[in-house]
């Protein structure tokens, strides 16, 4: 809770307001190097979304009821899987995803053995919600990009609800 708050409320001014659509970047990014072979890109607009999300209701999962409420305002969910592609072509890949994925809207970072994971966020200007969340995790080669509006409070509840 305190990370996602603290971070949130101390990101940079230009940070609330950047020049580029993150979500947009990324999915584009992915999309482009689905062509390759072995590099896995799955898609979620509105349409597949919904029905997800009716899965959830019908599945009565209290823990899944309460994620689903958070992403009530979640557009679009696009997740990358590049771990069995050519070498060249991840590299390729990881090189201009880092070049999209700046310092300035890094939410956190946490590693654990050998992986590192990183989550970059769009916070909105009144720092009440974050559009355009990134997971990366490179060693594992997988992207994740939920675009939409979480709201950082209703986040950071969940987690401190599911972490006693």
Partial sequence: MIILAAVTAGAPSYASTPSIDYGKRVTSLMKEYSLHSDFQCVNLGRMGLAIVKQVIRNSGDKDALELLDLMRNVKQVTIASFADCDPDVRTRFESRLSNVL???????????????????????????NISDLIISAPRSGAVICVRGKVNVQDVATFLEAKSK
């Fill in 102 to 128: 700046t310092k300035d809207f890094l939410l956190v970072e946490a590693k654990d053995a050998d992986e590192k994971v990183q989550i970059f966020a769009i916070p909105d200007d009144d720092g009440e």
